[in-house]
């Protein structure tokens, strides 16, 4: 019976970890068919991508039920304890994501008469792979338990924002050479942020496989490059 209880308990972890690989990874496919909508101002995809998130939506209900469950009925401890914990905090910032990605998809909407200029769009398409390469390395890290490719991923979240610095004062430099530029390049600025924050969780997540491994949470200061603070633009886009 004891036998029985251990393998019931280690299947319901597995059916957890199954989950949040599932919404790991529809999280990185629709943000990738997020900038896809952005590039080609293709309202279908864009209506697609905000139909997935819906779906991701669902996943993080379910993580949540599970997990409150299991924490209910199994009263865990230690390692299985931060286990469940973790899996909680990684579904939310993935569901984070996922709201991103829908946002940026919707710019598409509102920008799809206009022709953004090319050099532009490679900048903010060498930001979403960026991106997109992380999110995959914190979720094999997490599949792996392997607290070292978290952290890389931690270290890196600077390359995010430097791209973004960089595509933040061409997008400004565009809208003062021609005003009729102002609203594509709002609209553009809002999409990049929104990949900036993308990075933000992928970093959240990176600390939490930190503390479900190493059992300590992380007290280093987050290597940050984004100096763009101050300006209203930025301000955030994950909910509409």
Known sequence: MADHTVKSYESELALLDKRIAHMGGLAEQILGQSFQALERRDPHMAEAVVKAD??????????????????A?????????????????ITGDLERVGDLAKNTAKR?????????????ISGLRHMVELAMRQLKDVLDAYAERDAEKAMKVWREDEQIDAMYNSLFRELLTYM???????????????????????GDHTTN?????AYLVQGTA??????????????????R????
Do not use: C, Y
């Not at 865990?76 to 909680?88: C, E, K, S, V």
């Not at 050479?177 to 102002?182: A, L, S």
């Open 108 to 120: 598409a909407l509102a920008i799809a008469h206009e022709q953004p200029p090319k050099p532009l």
């Open 176 to 198: 003062m050479e021609d005003p009729r530029n102002i609203g594509l390049s709002t609209h553009l600025l809002f999409g990049a942020k929104n990949v900036e924050r993308v």
């Open 218 to 235: 992380i007290t280093d200061e987050r290597p940050k490059g984004d100096d763009t603070s101050s300006t209203p633009i930025t301000g």
């Open 54 to 71: 819906r779906a991701i939506d669902m996943l993080q209900r379910e993580i949540e039920e599970q997990a409150v469950f299991m924490i």
């Open 73 to 89: 009925r199994r009263q865990p401890m230690a390692d299985d304890l931060r286990h469940i914990i973790g899996a909680l905090r």
């Open 205 to 209: 997540i990176a600390e939490t496989i």
């Open 237 to 240: 886009d994950d909910r509409a």
